[in-house]
DNA sequence: TATTTTGTTCAAAAAATATTGAACAAAATA
DNA sequence: TATTTTGTTCAATATTTTTTGAACAAAATA
């Protein structure tokens, strides 16, 4: 079965790239590189959210991987990350075999995932150092001691308000 | 004049590690590269910052060269990024010609410098690219225009709640 | 002024990260 | 069952990022 193209859109601007997109894909694509990228994500990734986010139907991994030029590899993997993070579903498409892949409905849940699965992790794994070095210090003679729990106690304050304000970020990028 | 090093802590926990650290030191250096590495800073940079929370005394470029066991041009330059993020800041000590090196009192500085020079340049960026989509999009037939403007339209209120976040966050984890 | 000390810059090397592509397994079809 | 289609994995390759180190400039000292 050959492979689910977006039809050209007729226009004077039409974008005639080796890939023959639209102007307008092309800058969808890359936009969310640049989200993929600010969220510390290789660049295919995004290549792969821009593409699926102008698609009118589910794509497969085939329309995935000569819309992008990109290998199967690195498509197979990204759509697995990013359906790890809730960003991409799999769709049924009657008659098909394929896997055909769209977008979550709701963009929030591709932050959320990002939230959830990388920044509270990472804020959690920071907490747990800070206090096994806070655990260290106590065994300290006291001029040294205390010079460190200066500075540690700012460490700790900062990192208490990240977590603090954790579930706030999460609500309104995910609200 | 020779560099200003820690004195050795008398502990039967010292640790002999080649550069002659304190266990603590190796912990505090080790927390900072993972703080480094999470906001998308190279590791050197969370090395330095990581010995000059531990130290007891504003350090010199030889210092920091000296201890990490790193190049003089790798630490110029993290000195140099540390400072432009509020991180570390160049103190003046009577009878030394050189430049000598310590954080910055307030370890929020650390983080409000990562949220004003990264967190929100960046999303005025994306600001920037999805307006000048929304542009393009009007521009199209009906029914395309429909499509993408479903899902603009939540990329543009995801953006929106990110830019109304950006103040607690940066009240939260720099206060 | 000549020499030394100190810090910066940037091209080249090294290290880390992402991408490819071929081998493989699983499922569908013939 | 044999063949084809589809998707995954991972070692090898390519790309990007970081680090080095030597050349340089500026400032202090002799």
Redo the contacts with the bound molecule.
């Keep these: 079965?050959k492979p689910v193209l977006e039809p050209e859109i007729a226009s004077s601007s039409a974008n005639s790239s080796p890939q023959n997109f639209h102007a307008l894909e092309v800058e969808s694509i890359d936009l969310f590189v640049r989200i993929a990228q600010f969220i510390?994500?290789?660049?295919?990734?995004g290549e792969i959210y821009g593409l699926l986010f102008t698609a009118s139907q589910p794509l497969?991994?085939?329309d995935i991987t000569l819309r992008l030029?990109?290998?199967?590899?690195?498509a197979?993997?990204?759509?697995?990350a990013l359906r790890g993070v809730h960003a991409v579903k799999i769709t049924y498409v009657p008659g098909d075999?394929?896997?055909r892949f769209e977008l979550e409905g709701n963009i929030r849940l591709l932050m959320q995932g990002f939230v959830q699965e990388r920044l509270e992790p990472g804020i959690r794994d920071l907490g747990m150092r800070i206090d096994s070095l806070s655990l260290k210090v106590n065994e300290l003679q006291n001029g040294e001691k205390k010079r460190y729990n200066d500075r540690l106690g700012k460490l700790r304050n900062w990192h208490k308000q990240a977590q603090k304000i954790m579930p706030a970020v999460e609500r309104l990028l995910g609200g």
């Excluded at 510390?40 to 990734?45: A, H, R, T, V």
């Excluded at 030029?69 to 690195?74: A, H, I, L, R, T």
């Excluded at 197979?76 to 697995?80: A, D, E, N, R, Y």
Aim: charged share 30%; no cysteine.
């Design positions: 079965m510390g994500f290789p660049k295919s990734y497969s991994l085939d030029n990109m290998s199967k590899g690195s197979s993997q990204g759509l697995k075999r394929r896997d």
